[in-house]
């Protein structure tokens, strides 16, 4: 009879090294750079850490062609719509609130730094979106899937490892949105397994967030009190 205590022990091992791994990237390096006990500014290891995410990927078989277009394009026209909706909602639920709760801030980049604002709205996707949803979504569904016992889990973790990294701004609206955000950007990709679906969704609130505002809790940063 087959001693299958070896294999079993391996795949502990493997488990207990990924699950290792998950911690350290997902959430001791945001927190690192939240503490600024790593000088540099946030995008250089966002940047970094999406390219050994696709150069993984590719090395698996997942390369960025084949997951921008996703699996199912029924399923993806069906959530497409379901976002949409979604977002219009948020969008008219923020804008009043930001005019009431930060008059100050309302509108301020599109009517006092059109400049600004364009190109936020032109690179905001590229540098800030795509990195993220590449690490966040596709490298994190692949590589730690394993970990977890289902697919509900899976996407708690995911959208508490997104709003945990939004620590880096050093206040709690920036990690209460994105929590709830990236419980949004995790079912969609789930659902979807497509980048692109998932980048224009992300993108879209971003948008949003800095044309209404909300972005001064995005890119203030702030020593953290704890």
Known sequence: MRNLA????????????LGFECLTVFFLTPWALAKQWLPMP??????AMALIAAFWLRRNGDGLARLWRGEDPF?????????????????LTMMPAAAIFLPEQ??????QKPGLWGLIMLLYPLL???PQEIIYRA???????????????????NALAF???HLIFGNTLAVVMTLLG??????????????????????LYGMAIFTLGLGTFFYRRQVLAF
Request: proline letters at 3%.
């Open 163 to 165: 709003g945990w990294l």
């Open 128 to 130: 800030s979106v795509l």
């Open 42 to 47: 946030w995008i250089i290891p966002l940047l």
């Open 75 to 91: 399923a993806e026209r069906a959530q497409l719509r379901l976002l949409l909706l979604r977002w219009l909602i948020c969008t």
């Open 139 to 157: 490298f994190f569904f692949r590589r730690y899937a394993g970990l977890f016992t289902s697919q509900c889990s899976m996407m708690a973790a």
């Open 6 to 17: 070896p294999e079993r022990n391996g795949q502990a091992q493997i488990k207990l090294l």
């Open 182 to 203: 990236g419980w949004w950007f995790a079912a969609t990709y789930c659902k979807t397994r497509s980048l692109r679906l998932v980048c224009l969704e992300h993108s």
């Open 106 to 111: 309302f509108l301020f980049l599109p009517t």
